[in-house]
């Protein structure tokens, strides 16, 4: 049956070839115009695969050369060519091979007043436009001359016509060779000056296939160098952003808004990153390695692609490469759960470390009148960090410690949580005690300028401004000291033996001995002398789960606005550095947000103040490496309270993050950890992570070309003394 009917199909296309017969003609394409009409794309394929398309290229050719045209034949062959073009594949090398694209250039010319007989003409060049190599060859042939003929001067009548034209060229700009002859004469200007015409007349938005065509023209030529260029030159990122500001919120013109935002990020011009080196701030010569020769400084052609270079060749995935790809759809790949690479028996016995596999952390909180003396904190398991609990044990008390072995002795030495510039003499503090309880529960309700006597203390936001906690400069407490005259000038480190006697510390699983024990001992490679306040007092997971930010719509296309803004408006840019590893000169300014991470993990390279509240920051690479920066740690305070901040990590480099699905950075904060809440908490708001207009500095002659990409995050972290 099969075979019956692809014969009888092949004896219709053989026919329709053949046959000068005018009536025969008009019936079979009758026949296969109801064929076409319903069922699946399968009828369409089935009938390409018998070769239907070289018949209907031929049929065109044969009645086009013809001393009087048939219109009656030509049109519904136009009609069938549009229909099947779109699923072959190989429907233009097909047309230039049977010579289809002259004749329908010379009927196109021929019917430039004919309306219908031209909107037939301009269908069939589109589907013969697909490919880029016979969208190169019509443009040799004058395709785009004729095409702006059609299109220009801006009027509202034959609007048919003219969408299908501006659809017809933005195809044809595809080609590298027509995009550069685009650029040659002038079009830019011309589609710059057309878009403008139309956006202004198209407030109901009747015309935007018009509009959105007539973007992926300008698009397509800013692909080439010497493209955007042309766009610069005649203001087109100017243009475009203003006549984008009032349409945002319009659902109207999202497919107008997306190519408007790819025009304005293709043309950006592209710059360095401004780091001394693309290495890591911190070398350190490990064994085997060879210290490596720096990379060669970028040149001005590195900053650009090599656009206008090559060949046109062909892709069969150019439409799907015209949204932009910051953006991961592909849900397994999301949700997947890598598989545990041992058996789930073997994990058991981590439990007492990673308490998460198996308990709680609520059953941990301590409930008020338990007491724990040292030995039963310190010895109950052997897996545990010894916990420093208050109550019946004093912290680092002048004890016997022979009992405890060497190791406690060791522990009793180290330093705690005083901590003070290194120029400071070891302090020792006083001995705490105090019955044991919930911090969440022991904040003061009179907050933190005055003790439960009424005695007034120093601000803390004062004490922490110094932004320094020196690890040689602090010990164990081992005799009791008295709380310093108030009258008198305070010493940090007073406060901070003041603070830690209304806020004791009891968090489990942690010993600051222990930890400032393991600090001292611990050889870093930037030789660190800081000790992050975080890893020393301790954390408590939060008390209830962190839901996923619900991201607002259109956030990500307002932050890329915004960046565009200060490149073609920088008279509100600053361009302050603030913090700097490669130059520590620039650590003082004034009137901003202080910034550090010469502390352990921390990897914060530079902070550049943009405006009053927005800040650029570029993370430290590992070290010996230009790689492998995506994640990110460091300290901030300054801020003003109920003032948004928003922060620029402009040099990550994962194609995409989870920051786009709802996760939000965490911060923990020095006032909440005094107030008995150290926790690391989820903050921040619009939240993206995208594409950035800038260039490794790794990138030499022979090096792979990588993409740099940024994350921005807005919130009210404007808290003072946070960290």
Not at 208 to 233: Q, W
Not at 388 to 394: D, L, S
Not at 503 to 511: A, L
Not at 682 to 688: F, L, N, P
Request: hydrophobic fraction near 35%.
């Amino acid at each position: 049956m099969a075979e019956q009917e692809g014969s009888g199909l092949q004896v219709l296309l053989h026919t329709l070839q053949s046959s000068s017969d005018r009536a025969s003609i008009l019936t079979i394409l009758q026949v296969l115009g109801d064929l076409l009409s319903v069922g699946t794309d399968r009828r369409i394929r089935y009938m390409i695969s018998k070769g239907g398309s070289e018949a209907l290229l031929q049929t065109l050719v044969n009645t086009a050369r013809t001393a009087s045209p048939d219109y009656d034949i030509l049109l519904p062959l136009f009609r069938l060519l549009a229909k099947v073009g779109l699923r072959d594949r190989k429907f233009g090398q097909k047309a230039l091979e049977l010579e289809a694209l002259d004749v329908t250039l010379i009927l196109a010319r021929k019917n430039l007043s004919r309306s219908q007989n031209l909107l037939h003409c301009l269908w069939a060049l589109r589907v013969f436009a697909s490919s880029v190599t016979t969208g190169a060859m019509l443009g040799i042939n004058g395709a785009m001359e004729l095409l702006f003929k059609v299109i220009a001067p801006y009027t509202r009548k034959r609007t048919r016509i003219i969408r299908a034209a501006t659809e017809v060229l933005a195809a044809l700009l595809k080609s590298k060779s027509n995009g550069r002859r685009a650029v040659n004469r002038g079009y830019v200007t011309s589609l710059l000056r057309l878009h403008q015409d139309w956006h202004s007349h198209d407030a109901a938005n009747t015309y935007v296939p018009i509009r959105r065509a007539l973007l992926l023209c300008l698009k397509h030529i800013a692909a080439l160098r010497s493209g955007r260029e042309a766009f610069l030159a005649a203001q087109g990122m100017e243009i475009l952003f203003s006549s984008t500001q009032n349409r945002l919120d319009d659902p109207g013109s999202e497919p107008v808004t997306c190519v408007v935002l790819q025009v304005l990020r293709q043309c950006s011009p592209r710059s360095p990153l401004p780091l001394a080196a693309p290495g890591s701030a911190y070398a350190f010569p490990a064994a085997g390695n060879t210290p490596s020769s720096p990379p060669p400084a970028l040149a001005e052609e590195d900053l650009e692609d090599d656009g206008d270079e090559g060949e046109d060749k062909d892709s069969d995935s150019e439409d799907a490469k015209e949204e932009d790809d910051d953006l991961e759809t592909d849900v397994n790949k999301l949700t997947s759960k890598p598989g545990l690479d041992r058996p789930t028996e073997e994990l058991t016995q981590y439990e007492a470390m990673c308490l998460e596999l198996s308990c709680r952390f609520e059953e941990l909180e301590p409930k008020p009148g338990d007491e724990l003396s040292a030995e039963k904190t310190e010895y109950a398991n052997h897996h545990h960090i010894p916990t420093t609990a208050p109550g019946k044990q004093q912290r680092c008390s002048n004890k016997d410690q022979s009992s405890r072995g060497q190791g406690r002795e060791d522990a009793v030495q180290t330093p705690l949580l005083s901590m003070v510039k290194r120029q400071r003499p070891p302090v020792h503090l006083a001995s705490q005690t105090g019955p044991g309880g919930n911090l969440y529960e022991k904040a003061p309700s009179n907050g933190l300028g005055t003790d439960s006597s009424g005695n007034e203390i120093v601000d803390i936001q004062a004490l922490f401004q110094e932004g320094a906690w020196d690890i040689d400069a602090t010990s164990c407490p081992r005799t009791s000291a008295s709380v310093s005259n108030p009258t008198r000038s305070r010493d940090p480190v007073e406060v901070m033996d003041e603070l830690l006697q209304m806020h004791p510390q009891h968090i489990p699983f942690h010993d600051p001995c222990v930890y400032m024990a393991k600090a001292r001992r611990t050889r870093s490679v930037a030789d660190f002398k800081t000790a992050a306040f975080p890893d020393l007092w301790g954390h408590r997971p939060p008390p209830s789960p962190e839901p996923l930010l619900e991201r607002k719509r259109g956030i990500q296309r307002i932050k890329i606005l915004e960046d565009i803004r200060r490149l073609i408006q920088p008279s509100d840019v600053l361009n302050r550095v603030v913090f700097s590893l490669d130059e520590p000169g620039q650590d003082t300014a004034s009137g901003c947000l202080r910034f550090s991470s010469r502390f352990e993990s921390g990897n914060l390279r530079k902070a550049i103040q943009v405006r009053e509240f927005e800040y650029d920051l570029l993370v430290n690479t590992d070290v010996n490496s230009t790689q492998y920066q995506q994640w990110f740690n460091f300290q901030v305070s300054g801020m003003r309270a109920a003032v948004p901040y928003r922060f620029n990590i402009i040099n990550c480099e994962k194609p995409n993050s989870q920051f786009n699905y709802g996760m939000q950075p965490t911060m923990y904060s020095v006032k909440e950890a005094l107030l008995g809440r150290p926790t690391w908490k989820r903050t921040g708001y619009e939240i993206c992570y995208y594409k950035a207009a800038s260039v490794p500095g790794d990138h030499g002659p022979r090096s792979p070309r990588r993409k740099q990409f940024q994350l921005g995050d807005e919130g009210g972290l404007g808290v003072p003394g946070q960290q």
